[in-house]
């Protein structure tokens, strides 16, 4: 499949020309197509075959597969989630938190990413931001801050710049001061290859409705097996365990301890399927192409108003205007154009250029920009 063919089979097409995948990609029919399918087959003919819970539970290892090969992870490192902020919070809660204990995160993070350190300040523990500037962080900073760190936790690819961050080195610096580092890698899935082990994490937590295309509701957790098995979530259940009907309970071995009970299938077939499809197109490909077209934005763009880098390091690009709200409102009623404001770069708009998205996309956003005086 080529970026075209995939373009073709996303129906908001048809209705607007949409650039806000950063924030909820546009299922492709297939997509959509295969999570009906599933849900049809679980509550029309399991009950009745080989029961709903064998039929699930078969199902949930032959997505954790999926997604193990599509991380380049082992399959005992996946655990199936519902979100990003799911997985974030699920290792927040693996964790004996003590008063005094260290948290590090960034200034550029996701609310996913803030809020489960902001409950743990409530109960003594301190949380330490390191300050950024225009998507890059302060490399001194962050050094100093992780040295006494219980946990780390940082954005592989920020969500309001479309800046890369150097993860890899990153981890390292925390991994040398002690500290359990988790990646929020909600953006990258779909955007550009990956495989996990490269960055040497503990934990990344992503999910598949932004670029690979899939439904709300299919999270993945990844946490290597090493640093699973010294965790124990707060939340346990028949899942988590290797037998539910033992006296007492065993942990599973590595990340499907984080699992826990019934969950909807159809989100895990879409995913499944939006892995495999972003896949068939090339994700080298899907990069080159998104970059490509991000550059033709950035080019558009006068200097003054790019918050975003000049050379884009992704699909998300970022600019100054006078009214964001305004200017979102007015270039998807009057243009048939969507994009998003920023809430935490005042005066500021996303658009998110995916593979799908096209150079007459581009042109026509920066026209409609133009027109409506940024």
């Known amino acids: 499949m ?39 087959r679980h509550e029309y003919d399991a009950a009745s075959e080989e029961g709903p819970y064998p039929f699930a539970f078969d199902f949930y290892e032959d997505v954790r597969e999926t997604v193990a090969d599509f991380l ?26 003590e008063a005094g204990d260290v948290v590090v995160r960034t200034d550029l993070e996701h609310p996913a990413g803030v809020l489960p350190w902001s409950r743990l300040e409530r109960h003594g523990c301190e949380v330490r931001v390191v300050p950024t500037e225009g998507g890059r962080i302060d490399r001194e900073a962050y050094r100093e801050a992780v040295q006494d760190a219980k946990l780390v936790c940082f954005s592989a690819l920020t969500w309001n710049y479309g800046t ?17 580092v988790l990646v929020d890698a909600v953006q990258v899935p779909g955007h550009s290859p990956l495989d996990v082990t490269d960055w040497g994490a503990d934990a990344v937590a992503a999910a598949g409705h932004k670029w690979l295309l899939g439904t709300w509701g299919g999270g993945f957790l990844y946490v290597s097996e090493s640093a699973a098995n010294d965790l124990e979530p707060t ?38 399927t939006a892995m495999e499809t972003m896949e068939s197109v090339g ?44 200017t979102v409102r007015t270039l998807k ?13 005042d005066g500021s708009v996303r658009a998110s250029l995916h593979a799908i998205n096209t150079e007459t996309d581009v042109d026509r956003l920066l026209e409609a920009l133009e027109e409506t005086g940024w």
């Open 164 to 180: 890369s961050l150097p993860v890899s080195e990153l981890v390292e610096e925390a991994h040398d001061a002690g500290a359990f």
């Open 283 to 326: 994700l080298d490909a899907v990069e080159s192409r998104l970059l490509d077209l991000a550059g033709r934005l950035t080019d558009g763009v006068p200097n003054d108003k790019l918050l975003s880098p000049e050379d884009p390091e992704s699909g998300l690009v970022t600019v100054r205007v006078d009214d964001p709200e305004a």
């Open 333 to 345: 009623d009057d243009y048939g154009i969507v994009i998003r404001p920023i809430p935490s770069l």
């Open 2 to 40: 080529n970026p075209s063919e995939l373009r073709a089979s996303i129906p908001v097409f048809e209705d607007v020309r949409y650039m806000n995948t950063g924030a909820s990609g546009p299922s492709p029919r297939p997509v959509v197509e295969d999570a009906q399918a599933m849900l049809a």
């Open 72 to 97: 380049g992870a082992e399959e005992t490192e996946v655990a199936l989630t519902q979100s990003t902020a799911d997985g974030i919070t699920r290792v927040a809660g693996a964790f004996d938190w």
């Open 235 to 272: 939340d346990v259940s028949y899942r988590s365990v290797e037998d539910p009907s033992a006296e007492e309970y065993e942990l599973k071995t590595g990340a499907p301890r984080f699992e826990v009970g019934t969950t909807n299938l159809a989100p895990y077939a879409a995913l499944r």
